[in-house]
């Protein structure tokens, strides 16, 4: 999701801000998700912090533990009751914001990457309009999908909902990462070795994920029979032992294989995100800008230039058929019937050189402030990271 939303940043300065303020708000969940639970923990030790089986499923109907509940118990037991009402709006909110961000990528990735070129048997006629219901029908499938999982979740975990959710992020998140940083930091790395270490990086976490939610944790008292990968590998270990694999693969796999093209690395890597392009078409392009090219565009009436079967006739009167059609061109977000016959309007050439050069510079100003916030934010992540990794006799919370 963060990669599609920088995509579609105005400027380069804007996608740089997004992932920086991004970065920021990565920090709450530590002070909003991780010390509320410590502290229901704490205050709540009979309900939250039970360790009998018989005790935790009459609270909370689950014989491993109850921390599901800490933070909702927290709330109704120490919030004020108009604080509770806020804090609930909130809550609901931000679930249905990420759920409405998760089913609109995983919309798009469908729509785009796989539809055309999978389903549709590669045909190039698709409408906009066919790609708009693709969409819609597939964000109510991963609804579907989504609410015939929570059995499964509650059957298959019985452990905290946030450790889930971090488990299947690390077994499948890892690859992906190590992808892009490759690809944007090493200009040798190509198709095939992108494609090899995302597929040995997605084996070796799917192993691990079958692995992990095949059995259940066993109940307080009882011995651990789970496979030893399970139980002596901590999951955030081996989603960095994923990293590495997935880099190694990736990397032995491109230089084995032939190297990217210089047009393939065209602005794509960050060594090469300033190069200039010297194609002979270029070239002239960029000396018909030198040169002042004088280049007249009139603007065209799209309505007459429209062949006689698109022209859009308006109704005479109001019927049911006009009525339901109307709403499903709504539904499919489509203005009208036909979405073939956008009027285009000739550009100069220089237009394009223009408006590349807009989205890549940035003021001086601005890209001090972007690099002075990067570094902020490096250190910030960096020292939190190490003062709760250390044991307390080494921190200045030992007193």
């Not at 994923?242 to 602005?267: A, D, G, H, K, N």
């Amino acid at each position: 999701m963060m990669v599609q939303r920088a995509l579609a940043a105005r400027t380069i300065s804007h996608a740089r801000g997004g992932t920086i303020l991004a970065g920021y708000l990565k920090i709450l969940p530590l002070f909003m998700i991780i010390f509320p639970g410590m502290i229901s923990r704490i205050l709540f030790p009979d309900t939250v912090a039970c360790n009998q089986p018989s005790t935790c499923q009459s609270i909370c109907h689950n014989q491993r533990r109850c921390t599901n509940i800490a933070y909702p118990t927290l709330v109704l037991n120490i919030l004020p009751h108009g604080v509770k009402g806020i804090m609930l709006a909130i809550m609901l909110a931000a679930l249905i914001s990420g759920l409405t961000s998760i089913f609109n990528s995983a919309s798009t990735i469908f729509t785009v990457d796989i539809y055309p070129n999978v389903l549709a048997f590669r045909r190039k006629n698709i409408t906009n309009r066919e790609l708009m219901i693709v969409g819609r029908l597939f964000v109510i499938l991963m609804t579907v999908v989504g609410i015939a999982w929570i059995p499964v979740v509650i059957e298959l975990q019985g452990v905290e909902l946030y450790t889930y959710m971090q488990q299947v992020i690390g077994f499948l998140a890892p690859p992906i990462a190590c992808i892009y940083i490759l690809a944007v930091l090493w200009k040798r790395t190509n198709e095939s070795g992108a494609f090899a270490g995302l597929m040995v990086g997605f084996v070796f976490g799917l192993l691990r994920m079958i692995l992990e939610f095949s059995k259940q944790p066993p109940l307080c008292g009882e011995n651990d029979s789970r496979f030893w990968l399970v139980t002596k590998v901590n999951f955030m270990y081996y989603s960095l032992f994923l990293f590495w694999l997935t880099l190694i693969t990736c990397v032995s796999v491109s230089l084995c294989t032939q190297p990217p093209t210089e047009e393939q690395l065209y602005r794509t890597t960050f060594w090469t995100k300033n190069q200039q392009k010297s194609t002979p078409e270029h070239v002239q392009m960029l000396d018909a800008v030198n040169h002042e090219t004088p280049i007249v565009s009139q603007p065209i009436d799209v309505t007459n230039t429209l062949p006689e079967t698109h022209r859009v006739e308006k109704p005479d009167g109001c019927n049911v058929f006009v009525l339901v059609k109307a709403c499903w061109s709504w539904f499919c977000g489509l203005d009208d019937d036909h979405d073939n016959h956008q009027g285009m309007v000739d550009k100069a050439p220089h237009e394009d050189v223009d408006l590349m050069a807009h989205h890549r510079e940035e003021r001086p100003l601005i890209k001090w402030i972007l690099n002075i916030n990067l570094i902020i934010i490096l250190l910030l992540e960096i020292s939190l990271m190490v003062l709760f990794s250390l044991p307390v006799k080494y921190t200045f919370w030992r007193n």
